[in-house]
């Protein structure tokens, strides 16, 4: 069974930086394709990230430029390098990864941006 356990959320100020990190385990070799999500309250989950086996990675365009994806195949971790936070990155954030035709998910982790 694998098992995907996200850390490194909490309150940050206005303008500040965070890094979110996503461990893998289970009876898995190796990480398909990751991703983050995040949901705010009442509102959808969206994508936020993701990044393939080859670290090809995709930006929303609202993270565009602030935040940054990186994984690690071997320690089968991913992390999301969050800067310049703003109000608007209040959510929840959920690691993905899809392997082997299925779809997984972390429980979440919350990143509250407040001054």
């Known amino acids: 069974q694998v098992q995907l356990v996200e850390s490194g959320g909490g309150l940050v100020q206005p303008g500040g930086s965070l890094t979110l990190s996503c461990a893998a385990s289970?009876?898995?070799?190796?990480?398909?394709?990751m991703a983050w999500y995040r949901q705010a309250p009442g509102k959808e989950r969206d994508l936020v990230a993701s990044?393939?086996?080859?670290?090809?990675?995709k930006y929303s365009d609202s993270v565009r430029g602030r935040f940054v994806i990186s994984r690690d195949s071997a320690k089968k971790t991913v992390n999301l390098q969050m800067n310049s936070l703003t109000r608007d990155d209040t959510a929840v954030y959920y690691c993905?990864?899809?392997?082997?035709?299925?779809?997984?998910w972390g429980k979440g982790t919350l990143v509250t941006v407040s001054s």
């Open positions: 289970g009876s898995i070799f190796t990480i398909g394709p």
């Open positions: 990044i393939s086996p080859s670290r090809s990675s």
């Open positions: 993905n990864m899809a392997l082997n035709g299925r779809n997984y």
